[in-house]
């Protein structure tokens, strides 16, 4: 591989040193090296290839049982000082932990191939994008990279003699003996597994998991926890967003950039089918957004990824048709069943399944008592290949946000939507989103978890500090500030039925935004922010009982209230750092309840 970087050539070597593989291959970023990858994987056994005539070019991946989400409890922000992680994040001192994970890496490849890859977040060349180098012994972890970020000679080009890059070094953590025979997913034993981020030096480690964001740095790890260090320091955003464009009936385009926990339909929510005549919706990203201020002042936003690495239970033609398309091939599944003509099934999927191989690789029938596809089995699919993706969705200049929504899985208490009083209002509903916990983590015990801005597990410093950055951010864009709102799409009656249809119908709640966002209608003003006026939520042809409504568009102030005490306890974990505007709105928040 041609590149004279000095830096990145000297830190290859030292890893080589340190990691002692059998030998070093650089990822040039073609499609024969991606098949060459693959047919060695299907070889091994690690990989199955899925049936041509059905899904062209995908395969299947079956994880170790005990690897199959992101570990949380073993993601650590390794800064120089504790209180800089804040009470959030996992921290160990940087020399400490840099110590053990030697330890650990030392002889780690020993009997594997380590890979170089160098990848670009981001349109290679927007002033928006960032340039990161993986390192890993993961051929998986390869594949996976090429669809979802810009891999190969192209980023080291872009990369010339001096550029900046991030390292990202990743090993699965199971060297090989001589003549040991490998497993079909390596990776270590949990107390072993770190995730571990460097944010004084832009460094990543990750040791001992193969799956999703423990192993494809670019995603969390970069574009969210490193990232939202660098973006701080240097005046932008790096956030848990999707990104989409709506299109009203005139033709007007609007760009809004929306935070939901992992596993609340975001993937769903980017890739919506309005149900609203005349009305057309286009994605651009399904996960993370970068967004800088540009020289008119406004915010503009770039997806960092190049593919979608979504979860697969529950996406069907009903809850997601262009995510269905968007998998017709070139994709990659992991833990999904397996059925009996060589395609993949999940549950929710259209229609039923007799047979198949689940996920563990067992014989599976719906009588088996247990599910055919891990809850957190993935999708790895190109942006590209979505129907509906945004022709400017690598402009290198970003689109234009005019709002931003958050959001969160609430079957209690959140009504389906509410617009924040001002940008500061905004900020503390960003603050104070909580959700019903999923399966994207492994190790979240609780029902009820508050995750602020959607990035509890991904921002990469004091929380309390990431507030204050928005809060700075408002007052930089000043007039221009995205409005923004707050959005439940799971509130259930009382009786435990769904009161909102969701998906599609997700378009009128979209329509309303616009239609504030353009200054096209009033609102209601309640304790906690406006609210559509009877009449102002487009409901037609929609057959929802008017008591259905009105308990979904219920302000309960006494459940409020309660909600605000557990805030203000939440708060209190952050001490003197939570910045004073974040008080400010819950004491006036307090009082529009009273
Ligand atoms: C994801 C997540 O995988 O948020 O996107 O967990
Ligand atoms: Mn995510």
Not at 344 to 366: Q, S
Not at 453 to 476: E, I, K, S, T
């Amino acid at each position: 591989m041609k590149t004279a970087h000095q830096r990145l050539l000297a830190w290859v070597a030292e890893v080589e040193a340190m990691c002692q593989p059998d030998s070093v291959e650089w990822i040039h970023g073609s499609s024969i090296e991606y098949d060459r990858l693959m047919q060695r994987m299907v070889e091994t056994g690690a990989a199955t290839r899925l049936n041509r005539n059905r899904r062209p070019n995908s395969y299947l991946f079956r994880s170790d049982p005990s690897d199959v989400a992101r570990v949380e409890n073993r993601t650590f922000i390794a800064c120089t000082s504790r209180e800089d992680a804040g009470p959030t994040n996992n921290w160990i001192d940087p020399a400490e932990l840099k110590k053990t994970m030697t330890a650990l890496y030392t002889g780690c490849m020993k009997g594997r191939t380590m890979y170089v890859i160098p990848f670009s977040m981001g349109p290679i060349g927007s002033p928006l994008s960032r340039i990161g180098v993986e390192i890993t012994d993961s051929p998986y972890v390869v594949v996976n990279m090429q669809i979802m970020t810009r891999v190969g000679e192209r980023v080291l080009e872009a990369l010339g003699e001096r550029g900046e890059f991030i390292p990202c070094l990743h090993s699965v953590g199971a060297p090989l003996a001589d003549g040991q025979e490998d497993v079909a997913w390596p990776c270590a034993p949990m107390e072993q597994k770190y995730i571990a981020h460097f944010p004084d030096e832009n460094l990543i480690w990750s040791y001992g998991s193969g799956y999703g964001g423990n192993a494809l740095l670019g995603k969390k790890c970069l574009a969210l926890r490193i990232a939202s260090n660098m973006a701080r320091r240097e005046g932008w955003m790096a956030e848990h967003m999707l990104i989409l464009r709506l299109i009203n009936p005139q033709g007007k385009r609007f760009h809004l950039a929306a935070a939901f926990p992992s596993a609340c339909g975001k993937t769903n929510l980017a890739m919506l089918q309005p149900t609203i005549p005349g009305w057309r919706c286009e994605c651009i990203g399904d996960d993370i957004a970068w967004m800088k201020i540009a020289a008119d002042g406004r915010l503009y936003a770039i997806n960092p990824e190049a593919g979608f690495f979504g979860v697969a239970p529950g996406t069907s033609m009903k809850s997601n048709p262009m995510a269905m398309r968007t998998l017709d091939g070139n994709s990659i599944f992991t833990n999904c069943a397996l059925t009996d003509d060589g395609d993949i099934w999940w549950e929710g999927m259209d229609g039923p399944c007799d047979h198949a191989i689940d996920w563990k690789g067992d014989d599976w029938t719906p009588e088996s008592g247990k599910v055919a596809a891990h809850p957190n089995a993935r999708f790895t699919a190109p942006a590209a290949q979505c129907p509906v993706i945004c022709e400017d969705w690598e402009n290198p200049a970003g689109v234009p946000i005019d709002g931003f929504i958050f959001g969160g899985r609430r079957t209690q208490v959140v009504p389906l939507v509410t617009e924040a009083l001002d940008f500061d209002h905004g900020v503390f509903m960003g603050a104070m989103s909580a959700s019903e916990t999923t399966a994207a983590a492994l190790d979240v015990g609780q029902k009820l978890r508050r995750d602020p801005f959607a990035m509890l597990p991904f921002c990469g410093y004091n929380m309390a500090d990431y507030w204050a950055h928005w809060f700075a951010m408002g007052d930089r864009l000043g007039a221009k500030t995205p409005k923004i709102f707050y959005v439940n799409w799971f509130r259930t009656s009382r009786d435990g039925r769904w009161l909102w249809p969701g998906f599609g119908e997700n378009s009128r709640v979209l329509k309303w935004i616009c239609q504030r966002i353009e200054g096209a209608i009033a609102a209601r003003q309640t304790p906690i922010g406006q609210m559509p006026r009877d009449g102002d939520l487009d409901l037609e042809g929609l057959d929802i009982p008017a008591e259905d409504f009105a308990e979904l568009m219920e302000v309960d102030r006494r459940a409020f209230n309660d909600d605000l005490d557990d805030a203000e306890e939440y708060l209190a974990r952050f001490g003197d750092r939570v910045p004073k505007r974040l008080r400010a709105q819950l004491e006036a928040q307090r009082k529009r309840l009273a």
